[in-house]
């Protein structure tokens, strides 16, 4: 009786063992063990092909029995059934809905930074005022470490006042990152580092 793990490696589409253990980064014959000793299978290897190939640890290690080919889904029959040419016309096109989730994913982000940019500005003009008053020693002659710990007081101070608890460890944060922007220096362990214009 063949192992599901078998059946499932060729329902991947990997017709010889050598090409999935490839592809998955075990030892060809680690593999091939696994496959005619599936009760033998490392636990953490046993896990990871369990959730590579979305079925229960148990089908993996032979506990339980499962006809592989009903875990096919409808989407997977109908790929299947497709010719070599409109299979490669379907992984071209995901590959092109994969970009453009990134791209987009990466505009998000960009546009985040920017509400952050913005927020930043905003606060750093309220500190500076009221710094100017409190602090004018400060405000003129303190150094870039110096402003950036200060600012970054008064920032933690407002986020208590707003009693949100994501504030401080998120948002704090990221106007911590739009402040290092806004004045081109970067974290280096405990070092302000400024960046190469």
């Not at 959730?51 to 997977?76: M, W």
């Not at 490669?88 to 509400?115: G, N």
């Amino acid at each position: 009786m063949t192992s599901a793990l078998l059946n499932l490696r060729k329902q991947a589409g990997f017709k010889n063992a050598k090409d999935f253990a490839a592809a998955e980064g075990i030892a060809e014959a680690t593999y091939a063990r696994y496959e005619s000793s599936p009760e033998k299978i490392p636990l953490k290897s046993a896990w990871q092909l369990a959730d590579r190939f979305g079925v229960p640890i148990d089908v993996i290690v032979g506990r339980r029995a499962v006809d592989v080919a009903s875990l096919r889904g409808r989407v997977q029959e109908a790929y299947e059934a497709l010719s070599d040419r409109s299979r490669a016309s379907l992984d071209d096109y995901l590959a092109f809905l994969a970009q453009r989730d990134e791209r987009e994913a990466r505009e998000r982000e960009a546009r985040e930074r920017r509400r952050y940019d913005a927020v930043c500005y905003r606060l750093e003009q309220v500190f500076l005022a009221g710094l100017e008053e409190d602090d004018p020693n400060l405000f003129a002659f303190g150094t870039g470490e110096r402003m950036r710990a200060a600012f970054e007081a008064y920032v933690n101070r407002r986020a208590d006042e707003l009693q949100e608890p994501d504030v401080r460890s998120t948002s704090t944060k990221q106007i911590m990152a739009a402040y290092d922007r806004a004045h081109s220096t970067s974290r280096n362990g405990d070092m302000l580092v400024r960046k190469s214009q």
